[in-house]
């Protein structure tokens, strides 16, 4: 029905169609009211101090598979990049949103989240029986836990969690709605890895999948007292290493394209501020083209490209009206002559066997984020000449 509708529809609708159809079947988070409260809150009180603010998107969202969910999709996103660069827009006097998929990292934990050690390891026991750092961490740790109270203390950084594809597009537009008010001074900064499909809720089954037909047998079954024929297969379930049947059924997942809501964002939801969109790759030999088509699709502000293999070393950003910019730590003989690359190279990716081993001696979003600042003040600056004119 959908699929008419939309052959029916001129295509400058077609947008609005499918967040109406979207929305409509894919029930908010039960906290959406409540996020709603406190993103509306603190965007007020820094819209009114005239404070830039960035909403920053950061892991991965999942997609459920049952709607009393035990199986989904996920992906490999801890949230780094988003997480990492929230401390730096701090740094840089931005208040932020982090819209984070619920237990990914987190700006200031980050730094003892996921680490090769447990949290416990950078802690020793102290005098009459007080926790302290271990003394060879204590310094970093207290810089770590100043920033974090700072930010806390003055109401700069506002956490917003959400777990699955369908949460994330509803705090997603809400919050973007939310921030209207600040202009051209809102940025929306979208590191989050988005599923691009979905099992729409009218495909998605009640309860657990079940892997034999054990549960079907039984519903069939016209007695409580008659033993379905195949439960024995349920008891012994692939314990087998080659059963004379097949103990457990196969699963054929139908799954629907997310609705690309971007345009929808640039538009509708919040046509004044900055948008930044993320692009992941793996084939070196498509990832500016790839860039460049999103930004001209969703008539957008910066896409910041990356490599899987060397998302931690470079990026490049895709703007409209500017050549494409390469960000990236230098490495080798260049980190020791302080020497440029190769005009030859200075456009295209890094081999990631000429890399390093082992993670940058730095963040590359340290250099990410004030590139997007200078960014963001040429845009306000663009935009206000435009209200003045």
Known sequence: MLSQIQSETPPNNLAALAETHYFAANPPPKDL????????????????AG??????????TTVPLEKQTVRFI??????TRGATSAEYFLEAGYAVIFLHRQFSLLPFSRHYSHATDCFLDFLREGPNGSVVARDEDAAKMLHVLRKYHDARDRNMLLLLPFVSISDYLHELRSVARLMRPLGPRGLLYLAA???DFFVPPDRMSEHKIQSTDAADAFKRSKSANSRPANEEEETFDNFDSSPAVPRSKSL???????PKFLKNLVEGWSPEGMIVSFKLETDPSILVHKARLSLDRYQHHLVIGNLLATRKWE???VSPGNPDRWIRIPSGREAESNASLADTEKDKPVD?????????????????????????????????EKEQA
């Open 33 to 48: 009211d409540k996020h709603v409260a406190l993103a509306r809150s603190f965007i007020n009180y820094h819209s009114a």
């Open 51 to 60: 404070r830039r603010l960035v909403l920053i998107t950061s892991g991965g």
């Open 74 to 79: 996920d992906n490999f996103s801890a949230g």
């Open 193 to 195: 890895a988005v599923s």
């Open 252 to 258: 054929v997942i139908d799954l629907d394209p997310v």
């Open 315 to 317: 990026v490049v950003f």
């Open 352 to 384: 990631p066997k000429s890399l390093p081993e082992g993670e940058p001696e730095m963040e590359i979003e340290s250099l990410i984020i004030p590139a997007v600042q200078d960014l963001h003040s040429r845009y306000i600056q663009t935009f206000e």
